[in-house]
């Protein structure tokens, strides 16, 4: 067996290189046995981060070394780090007193090696190893070093090959899981939406027929609780969607309202109490509204966190506040939580890449760092203070320009009274959909509206019933079996080219890219399911008694 110690350490690197140890591991046994072989007093490997032109120190050696100097980062081209990140080449600095190159992180540091580990023709890192008197390192020593240094950039080149196409293997077995599953999630939806459109409108119809306060109270429990469930439905597609590279005007209180409802629960069963402030207005801003949502709920997970660990330790319950306003021209929301507090020395990197206070393997430290750079791309930005017991994060956005590009989603009114039945009606209607349910209740109440509405459960239905009378307006659902709603409309449209904009649509299914492309050609509105009566009655109204015979 070989007692040479440069040879056993080669040999032990290339064995964990063989076996394919994690890349950390690796590096850890080359600074070792580089700091053990120099004789060096401190030893680190310090990446560079050439996006930010920053020098991050990612595994230490030896005494001395305060959280404070593990923290500290310099610029790329500062001290004798930052030159070799940029030149490329082993420096040997035999008297750090001497060298105008040297940064002193120790003070009794009195030479310096320092050699670049190079992956792809560009430097990973590099590693240092200070010495306590001068010419403490010689070229044998130096020589010794950038041969471990070489082991450590073929294990990371080899980490990044097998990295990189197990990344393709893992994005297409979940692109398929994804593809599977939001098609699921979109069905599961559609049979949730029918079912809660024909509670919510046969609920409303009972507020409509004057019970007694008794019932009232019980119908307007079942209105809001359809709506809740409504509301998580909702949220569930809006997650699952893929995300859309699109930007779109979006009220600020709607982003919010979908973070804090997915997390509502969740935090409930963990007794931690959610306030949530909203703007008085839904100022408009145009973001994706899915990156919005995941810088959201990131927030929200963080603070959860927080207190989670806090209330381990300590008989207090913990809060979480959501807030949004508006200063000038930016949009802002902010979340509070009254956990421990972010330490001072830490503030400054908790939106750098891969920076975590958490244990291996409870967190990549990308959270805030993505958040950030999503941020930013949005032409906004997040900040954070912190001090014991308060911690606090701010998004900025712009407020959007043009306002008018805010989604027109009329909030639902008052319902009209039940009208007295005259000689002449309001109008026509034709009611669509295989639901029959839901068909009985629009069709009842638009007859307490003295609106006349005829009735169809299916598209062929529906055609026949278009070709023998004119209607002020159809109502129908887009997915249907046999006939569907977009075939309905081409053939009615056909017969009379009015019909283009007198169909209001209705689907419990808008997360369907079909479905989504089929609206956004109309020129007419379509409500997805469940929706209110009064939504409903609002985009009808300015159809009623246009044309229809009587």
């Known amino acids: 067996m070989d007692s040479n110690p440069v040879a056993i350490a080669i040999r032990e690197v290339l064995t964990a290189i063989r076996q394919r140890k994690r890349v950390d591991e690796i590096l850890e046994m080359v600074l070792t046995y580089s700091s053990d072989l120099a004789n060096a007093v401190h030893g680190s490997i ?17 005494e001395d070394w305060t959280l404070e100097k593990q923290m500290s980062q310099l610029s790329v081209g500062q001290g004798l780090t930052g030159h070799v990140a940029i030149s490329a080449k082993p420096y040997l600095c035999n008297d750090t007193a001497t060298d105008p190159l040297y940064y002193p992180l120790f003070q009794n540091v009195h030479s310096e090696l320092v050699v670049p580990i190079i992956v792809e023709n560009k430097v990973w890192g590099v590693i240092n190893l200070d010495g306590l008197k001068s010419h403490a390192f010689d ?9 471990l240094a070489e082991l450590a950039a073929f294990a990371i080149k080899l980490r990044i090959d097998l990295t990189e196409q197990e990344r393709l293997q893992r994005h297409l077995i979940q692109s398929e899981k994804l593809a599977s599953l939001g098609e699921t999630i979109a069905g599961i939806a559609h049979e949730i939406n029918n079912p809660l459109t024909s509670i919510l409108s046969h609920a409303t119809l009972l507020t409509l027929q004057r019970g007694g306060p008794a019932d009232e109270a019980s119908i ?21 969607r893929k995300e859309s590279k699109q930007r779109e005007v979006v009220g600020i209180n709607e982003l919010i309202k979908q973070a804090v409802n997915l997390k509502r629960y969740q935090l409930r069963v963990n007794n931690i109490q959610l306030i949530c402030e909203p703007c008085e207005v839904s100022y408009p801003v145009q973001v994706s509204a899915q990156q919005m949502q995941q810088v959201l709920l990131n927030l929200l997970n963080n603070a959860e966190q927080a207190i989670t660990k806090i209330s381990q330790s300590a008989n207090r319950s913990g809060t979480i506040k959501v807030e949004a306003g508006r200063i000038g021209e930016k949009v802002f929301v902010t979340v509070t939580d009254n956990g421990n507090g972010i330490p001072a020395h830490i503030m400054p990197y908790i939106f750098d890449p891969f920076f975590t206070t958490k244990n291996l393997g409870e967190g990549t430290g990308l959270g805030l760092s993505i958040a950030h750079t999503l941020i930013e791309n949005h032409g906004g930005t997040i900040s954070a203070k912190s001090e014991p017991g308060h911690t606090i994060f701010t998004i900025e956005l712009p407020l959007a320009l043009n306002p008018n590009n805010a989604s ?18 309001l109008g026509r209607v034709l009611v669509v959909d295989d639901e029959t349910s839901i068909v009985d209740a629009i069709s009842e109440f638009l007859e307490l509206q003295n609106v006349t509405a005829d009735k169809a459960n299916d598209g062929y239905y529906a055609l026949d019933l278009l070709s023998q009378n004119r209607y002020d307006a159809i109502i129908s659902d887009i997915r249907m079996p046999g006939l569907d709603g977009p075939q309905l409309y081409e053939k009615a449209s056909a017969l009379d080219p009015a019909y283009r904009n007198r169909f209001l649509f209705m689907s419990g299914d808008l997360v369907r890219e079909s479905t989504q492309l089929f609206v956004s050609s109309l020129s007419c509105a379509c409500l997805a399911k469940p929706f209110s009566l009064g939504v409903l009655y609002q985009h009808l109204e300015p159809h009623l008694d246009q044309f229809s015979t009587r």
């Not at 209105?223 to 809740?228: A, L, N, P």
Request: glycine residues 2%; charged residues 25%.
């Open 46 to 62: 310090v990446t560079v981060d050439h996006s930010s032109q920053k020098l991050i120190i990612t595994s230490t050696r030896g």
């Open 139 to 147: 070229e044998s020593t130096l020589s010794t070093v950038a041969l």
């Open 220 to 240: 307007n429990a079942i209105v809001m609780e359809s709506k809740r469930t409504a509301d998580l439905v909702k949220n569930l597609l809006a997650f699952s």
């Open 408 to 425: 027109n989603l009329k909030e639902s009114r008052p319902l009209p009274p039940p009208a007295a039945y005259r000689a002449k009606r």
